[in-house]
């Protein structure tokens, strides 16, 4: 149940806080009071989609926070659970909309994203705008509406998501199907390329070998030069070398250590380079001998490496890229050789889904009809008890062709209604009275409701289009549905306020600089004023007021 609703700076309300009872509460006022407005701060902190234009002039932020009791409310207890957002019985739900267009959400104080904000709303709250029966004649929203009141919007899923894998292999095996003609030509052309590529027998690493061993074979000459000048300087040079000096002085040092301890340091040190410089003499000597200055070897290096840059560039990749790409060469022949058997498979796993579609769609499709009768029966006697006693609302239910079938199933669902005895159901788009649409909509409004967990419905002037002894079965309707759950009711009619358990009054003020919104909860001499008001129009006669009051003194005998 929705407790409280806290709104501020949003378009032309500064700040208001209402507190909210069980049973059916109306909201009433001027045109242009701001009365959809609450209808629209209650869309937002759900979770609708939000700008910055909704800030009220000369503020940073609206603020939205509507705080509900879930302690009757498995579903919704579970869901915050699930998510870590669960604090006792209660769940506080806040939206910030800022001044530049950013927005921001909170459950029970947590920040989370606008889709986890609009999930829990959707557990909590359900709004019928004044505008639905405008879309009630599409077909989607008549379809949607069956299988919400039918309890089949699960097992629709199922049908969806059934569709979804059939068509998806479906295209796979069209694309596939496609490709068959050029088969043969790419399978020739891999051959040839996949031939060439393996009779150069290239290794993972042997572009990388061969171009340092290039490198070392075009500079061979300098390489043994060098080699043997560092060698001469190290060990084998007579007019001294380094090997002969760092000898001379250890022995000078250590003939010296034995008058002072602190050489033997010195000493271990030049004993360690003088076995360095011995190992790197003999490393340098081998190097030099292991030097190929061999041409021919050589030119084969250059052959080796100018064939492998030659079919790199026919291929269009890098040398280094040449073992991969014939990886991949191997499993497109591979995939191509065996196309016509994974055509076959594809073509069982086509059928296999189609088949697993057309299941789900014919049970969902048995379900509806069965469903269609219930909604049918309900809303004709909703009609009846709206001021359309000879009305009849039928729920046509036509199979689509086996090549027309839809994510939804195999159905087309098509609302037709008789407003008059003796007139044969139309299609709800053909209407031509707008009462009669009006309440019709209601009618059907009301009865998926009844169908519905969610625990408060908000109707924003649903009762627009009906007057007289009608509006009085609106409100009765209403009522009776807010003997059941919370009811919240946008409404012009005095006789379906007159039936609330609460009144609010909603009024615009202004000091010639600013307009604001407010929202008072209505005594009962307050709500006798505001019902003479709704009844009477500028004018407020005596006999008006007398009239008010008896119509909220009778409406206990109305709600019984």
Partial sequence: MLMNLKVQDFAIVDQIDIEFAPGMTVLTGETGAGKSILVDALGLVLGERGSAQLVREGGKRAEFAAEFDVSALPQARAWLEEQALDMDDDCLLRRVINADGRSRAFVNGNPVPLSQLKSIGELLLDIHGQH?????????????????????????????????????????????????????SRLDLLSFQLQELESLGLADDEVSELSAERQK?????????????????????DAGNANSLLADSL???????????????????????????????????????????????????????????????KHRVNAEELPSLVEKLRREHEELSHAEERGR??????????AAFLERAQVLSTARRKTAR????????AMHGLGMPGGVFEVAIKTLDGGAVRPWGIDDVDFLISANPGQSPQPLARIASGGELSRMSLAIQVIASDASAIPTMVFDEVDSGVGGGVAEMVGRRLRELGSQRQVLCVTHLPQVASLADQHFRISKVSDGKTTRTGVRLLDKSERIDELARMLGGVEITKKTLEHAAEMLAGAPKKRA
């Fill in 132 to 184: 639905f029966h405008q879309s009630l004649g599409r077909r989607s929203v008549q379809r949607d509406l069956l299988d919400h009141f039918g309890g089949l919007l699960a097992e629709r899923t199922n049908v969806e998501s059934s569709f979804a894998a059939w068509k998806s292999l479906s295209r796979e095996l069209e694309a596939l199907t496609d490709a068959e003609a050029d088969r043969a």
């Fill in 217 to 237: 074979l075009q500079h061979s000459g300098r390489l043994a030069e060098g080699a043997n000048t560092a060698l001469m300087n190290l060990f084998e040079n």
């Fill in 251 to 313: 022995r000078t040092l250590e003939s010296l250590a034995e008058f002072d301890a602190a050489l033997q340091p010195v000493i271990e040190m030049l004993s360690s380079a003088g076995i360095q410089v011995g190992e790197a003499a003999e490393s340098l000597r081998r190097y030099g001998d292991s030097l190929d200055m061999d041409p021919a070897r050589r030119d084969w290096v250059e052959e080796r490496l100018d064939s492998i840059q030659t079919i790199a560039r």
């Fill in 345 to 354: 498979e594809l073509e069982q796993r086509v059928d296999t889904a189609g």
């Fill in 374 to 381: 219930k909604f049918a029966a309900a809303v004709t006697d």
